[in-house]
Nanobody, 123 residues
Framework: QVQPVESGGGLVQAGGSLRLSCATS????????MGWFRQAPGKEREFVAT????????DYAASVKDRFQIARDNAKNMVYLQMNNLKPEDTAVYFC????????????????WGQGTQVTVSS
C-alpha cells in the first residue's frame, strides 16, 4: 500500500514552467505504476501521464505531449511531473496516483490517490 502526496503547484504565467512532486509512503514503491491526472472546474478528471515501474516506459495525453515530462526515482519513492510552456487550459487540480500493475495505465483505474495540488496558469 502507498499513499501519494502531491506538492509543487502554484500560480504561473502562460509559457512558464512548474515541477510537481509526488512523495509516496509505504513499501514496494517500485512495484507500482504511477500516473498523473488533472481535473479542471466543471470537468471530469482526465489522464495526463503515466510511467512504468522501472521508469523506462511513459505515455502522455495528446494535449501535454512534448510539453510535460513524467519521471520517477524509485530510491526516493518519488514521482515528478515537469510542466513546460504552460497554457491557461492546463489550469486544474493535479492528482498523483498509484496502481499495483505491470503495465502503464491511461484510465483512472488506479488504487491509491493523493489529495491533489492546484496549478493555475494566467494568460
Amino acid at each position: 500500500q502507498v499513499q501519494p502526496v502531491e506538492s509543487g503547484g502554484g500560480l504561473v504565467q502562460a509559457g512558464g514552467s512548474l515541477r510537481l512532486s509526488c512523495a509516496t509512503s509505504g513499501r514496494a514503491f517500485s512495484g507500482y505504476v504511477m500516473g498523473w491526472f488533472r481535473q479542471a472546474p466543471g470537468k471530469e478528471r482526465e489522464f495526463v501521464a503515466t510511467i512504468s515501474r522501472s521508469g523506462l516506459a511513459t505515455d502522455y495525453a495528446a494535449s501535454v505531449k512534448d510539453r510535460f515530462q513524467i519521471a520517477r526515482d524509485n530510491a526516493k519513492n518519488m514521482v515528478y511531473l515537469q510542466m513546460n510552456n504552460l497554457k491557461p487550459e492546463d489550469t486544474a487540480v493535479y492528482f498523483c496516483a498509484a496502481k499495483y500493475a505491470t503495465l502503464i495505465e491511461r484510465t483512472a483505474s488506479y488504487d491509491y490517490w493523493g489529495q491533489g495540488t492546484q496549478v493555475t496558469v494566467s494568460s
